[in-house]
């Protein structure tokens, strides 16, 4: 998944920069307002992390625009990093459509989660639909489409697919799909998850070669280049 960060403190821009990289994002920056509106236009960021006071054009200013214009801009997840302490700038900021805000000075390790929250959560409707280029999960009725076929996958092949998507762009080690998906890294052995993830790529056939093997590690779901 990409995020953008728009920050004109330039050490606070590369320590959360490190983070997100560090959790397998793609991350660009932008150090002012305006910059950073031409970023989203041509990164198409799934996640904006926005400094209130920035020059040029401040966040408050940036999240109205983006907000008011998705059809240029998108729908991305805004998290507002700010100095301000008074609740009426928070509040203003939320209503002016930011997701969620973060006082300085903070933990980067706690961004990245809250982060990663509104990320898993981000292709989700009322209806529990999530998806991933032409394929389509219902998770309340546990049904897949890739496109307008119907797969049938057993459970733990649909609830594989399923951790893949909220987490895509993302490298889920094997002990974490194992914990996820099979609940115990005990019982099973990690032989387990490449021979689910094989009936997926043989099941779901659209997206086969986005289910990539990140060696010595696990796998990730991401878009091609």
Do not use: H
Not at 19 to 24: P, T
Not at 137 to 161: C, M, Y
């Amino acid at each position: 998944m990409r995020v953008l960060i728009v920050e004109d403190d330039m050490e606070i821009q590369q320590l959360v920069s490190y983070f997100f990289k560090k959790e397998n994002y793609e991350v660009q920056t932008a150090g002012d307002g305006l910059e950073g509106l031409k970023a989203v236009k041509s990164f198409k960021p799934d996640l904006i992390v926005l400094d209130i006071m920035l020059p040029s054009l401040d966040g408050k200013n940036f999240t109205s625009i983006v907000r008011d214009m998705s059809s240029e801009y998108g729908d991305p997840v805004i998290i507002m990093l700010t100095a301000k302490t008074e609740i009426e700038d928070v509040l203003e900021g939320l209503q002016l459509g930011a997701d969620d805000y973060m006082k300085k000075p903070f933990d980067p390790r706690e961004l990245v989660l809250r982060a990663r929250k509104f990320l898993e959560g981000k292709n989700v409707g009322k209806s529990g639909r999530y998806s991933f280029k032409q394929v389509v999960i219902d998770e309340k009725r546990r049904i897949v489409k890739d496109g307008e076929t119907e797969v049938e996958l057993s459970k733990k092949e649909f609830d594989l697919l399923l951790l893949l998507i909220k987490n895509q762009g993302i490298v889920l080690s094997r002990e974490k799909i194992l914990d996820r998906v099979w609940e115990s890294n005990y019982y099973t052995g990690d032989r387990s998850v490449d021979i689910y993830i094989s009936k997926l790529r043989e099941k779901v056939k659209s997206i086969a070669e986005n289910i990539k093997t990140v060696k010595g590690v696990g796998y990730k779901l991401e878009e091609k280049r």
